[in-house]
Every structure is written in structure tokens, then in C-alpha cells.
């Protein structure tokens, strides 16, 4: 009945040398990533996506992220927005870092999944 729906949510994906991510949404041009970097690491060295932009919000932790040549603190409850083509990172401090990704724009595109049809 409502399976296509349960699709939306995925289930935690398996351990990353930096840390752990699970996928909330992926739905066309939109994906949420809730992740977490442990203390002391770093995600991929300045990864850059050429057809996306992201907004990070920091729900917890301590450390630097870089967004292109910039380079800032981590603080809790704010947000960094990354233009598509631009290198960035995240460095943990002290403590594991929690991170709220969401992924959008027009070449962003998550593998469709199939809605029922509707039947009004």
C-alpha cells in the first residue's frame, strides 16, 4: 500500500573509513544525508560534485570544514552552503561531528523510483 513510500527512507548504509552515513531521501533532484565524521577524521580530501550544491547544517561537534579556499569552524546549529564545483571537506576535532546534507539542483538526478499511479 504504501511501499513506494517506505522506498523514500533508506536504511543505514555501511561504515565509511571516516565515519557513517544513511541516506533519508533520494527522490529526483532532491537527496537529505544524515552522516557523521568521528573526532579526529576527515571526510574525502576536498571532493568536489560538478552538478550539485549542498547545504550542510551541523547538529553537533567541533572541528573545520572547508568550502573551496575558505576554511571556518564548525559550530553547532549553523549551516555551509557549497556551490556545485567547489572542493570541500570536513575535519573533526575532539569530538565526532554530525552533519545534515542536503543535495539539490537541476543535474542532481536520484534514480526514479516508480509511484503508483493515481486513481482519482
Known amino acids: 500500500m504504501i511501499s513506494w513510500f ?15 552515513k544513511k541516506v533519508v531521501i ?7 544525508t544524515h552522516f557523521w565524521v568521528d573526532a579526529t ?4 580530501t576536498f571532493s568536489s560534485q560538478d552538478l550539485t550544491n549542498k547545504t550542510w547544517l551541523f547538529l553537533k561537534g567541533n572541528g573545520d570544514y572547508q568550502n573551496g579556499a575558505m576554511k571556518k569552524k564548525i559550530l553547532p546549529g549553523t549551516n555551509a552552503t557549497i556551490q556545485a564545483g567547489f572542493k570541500h571537506a570536513i575535519m573533526a576535532g575532539g ?10 539542483g537541476d543535474a542532481y538526478v536520484a534514480p526514479v523510483a516508480q509511484l503508483p499511479a493515481s486513481t482519482s
Open 26 to 32: 533520494d527522490l529526483p533532484h532532491l537527496k537529505v
Open 41 to 44: 577524521k576527515s571526510t574525502e
Open 6 to 20: 517506505k522506498k523514500l527512507f533508506k536504511k543505514k548504509e555501511a561504515p565509511i573509513a571516516w565515519g557513517e
Open 95 to 104: 569530538d565526532r561531528v554530525e552533519v545534515l546534507e542536503i543535495q539539490s
